[in-house]
């Protein structure tokens, strides 16, 4: 069974940087798309960035050019640096991993918090 160990986060002020870390234990998927999504108090969850089994990578507009999301292929896992952070990317970073070979449901991870503040 497929399970997201997630890694990373934390308290950074405006303009550091931050990594999160993703990774699939108990298995892979053939195609999938990875990423991650976030969610701020009081807000909807939106994708933040997400990558394919082929590097197809997609990015929310507000950070693109500020988040690089990449694939650690030895790991079947999925890193996202995040730089020049504002305090609008407080959220809870959510690592998503879906199969596009299954019919399997759509696995979260557990969601560590990221806090842009002076």
């Known amino acids: 069974q497929v399970q997201l160990v997630e890694s990373g986060g934390g308290s950074v002020q405006p303009g550091g940087s931050l990594r999160l870390s993703c990774a699939a234990s108990?298995?892979?998927?053939?195609?999938?798309?990875m990423g991650w999504y976030r969610q701020a108090p009081g807000k909807q969850r939106e994708l933040v960035a997400t990558?394919?089994?082929?590097?197809?990578?997609r990015y929310h507009s507000s950070v693109r050019g500020r988040f690089t999301i990449a694939r650690e292929y030895t790991r079947n896992a999925v890193t996202l640096q995040m730089s020049l952070l504002k305090p609008a990317d407080t959220a809870s970073y959510y690592c998503?991993?879906?199969?596009?070979?299954?019919?399997?449901?759509?696995?979260w991870g557990p969601g560590p918090q990221v806090t842009v503040s002076s």
């Open positions: 108990g298995g892979m998927f053939n195609l999938y798309v």
């Open positions: 998503y991993l879906v199969g596009l070979d299954t019919i399997a449901p759509a696995l």
């Open positions: 990558i394919t089994n082929v590097n197809t990578t």
